[in-house]
Every structure is written in structure tokens, then in C-alpha cells.
């Protein structure tokens, strides 16, 4: 039996990635990919999503890995930048996922409270997770559902607050991942 690690996968949306970086030199703002998108997918078809929500969508890789990882789900993913909305759009349609990845432009806030209830992902990666930010989302969480937060290490009192908030026992079941403990993993309780 060999100990040697396997290698992974090819990234099926490495181009998105590629484009997601090169618009980030280019637009000069805050795009930036999550690191490890097959890892969403996967815990997104560990879940057995049907309903995911994604907070930033930049250009559409990480919907992309959660449509991978839970082909029978249906993503809600909010960016406020309009040209980002654009450009993930095209990339929905370039990857033969109309219909499974829906692309909503607003602040996060604001779509949120047009959203029903009940979904069995969420994951926040917008620049700085806020308090109000939490909240929404958790009311939009089944019992048991998965929330995915990202860049707690961004933002200062907010992303403290934020993070504090996902400590709390008897709202969520939380573990970190990475040394930084930049994202987290929680379960609504």
C-alpha cells in the first residue's frame, strides 16, 4: 500500500478562477476566489444541499463548485458589484448552469430579507462579516444547516462580533479551519 498523498483533481473551473485574479489586477477591487472550492462542493454534497446561499459572489467559482457538489441544488448567490454580476453571469452560462445558480444583485442585507427560509448551506465570503450579517443568514438556515464563513479575520470589531457570535453554545456547533482560523464551519442548533 502506498503512503504517497494522490493528487487532486483538476479544478473544472480553473478558468473562472484564472479570470477571477486577472480581473482582480485589472478592476482593482476585492475579488479574490476562496481558496479551497472543492471543499465547499464537498460539503455541500455531504449536506445533501438542495438549497444553498452564498453571500459575494465575485465571478461565480465558488456557486460553481457548490453546483458541483450538490448537482440537484439550486444556488442563491448575492454580489453587490454590478460589473461582478455581469461578468458571473456569463460565467453561469458559459459552464451549462442557468437554473442552478441564481446571481442577485443588492447589498447583502437587503436581498436577505427578500429570501425564504430553509436553506441547508450558507456560506458568507463578502469582505467583513457583520453581526446583522449573522443574524440574517441564521434565519434563513434550517435547524441543522450548514453555515460557512469566511474572512473572519477581516474587519476588525465586526468580524470579532461576528465570530463571537458563532461561539455562542447554544446557537451553533463551530469549528475553525486553518491556523488563523480564518473560516469557519457551524451548525445551526
Known sequence: MSTKPKRAEPDPFASVR???DAHRAQHGCGAYPYANGALLGVLAGAANARRILELGTALGYTAMWFAHGAPGAV???VE????H???ARENVTANDLDGHIIVHHGDFVDVLSGLDSGYDVAF???FSPSPPVLKSLRGLLRTRGVLIS???THGGKEAEAYRT???NRKLWLTGFIGTEGETAVSIKL
Open 18 to 20: 484564472a479570470a477571477t
Open 75 to 77: 444556488v442563491d448567490t
Open 80 to 83: 453587490r458589484d454590478e460589473e
Open 85 to 87: 454580476v455581469r461578468l
Open 124 to 126: 458568507f465570503d463578502g
Open 150 to 152: 469566511a474572512n473572519l
Open 165 to 167: 457570535g458563532l461561539m
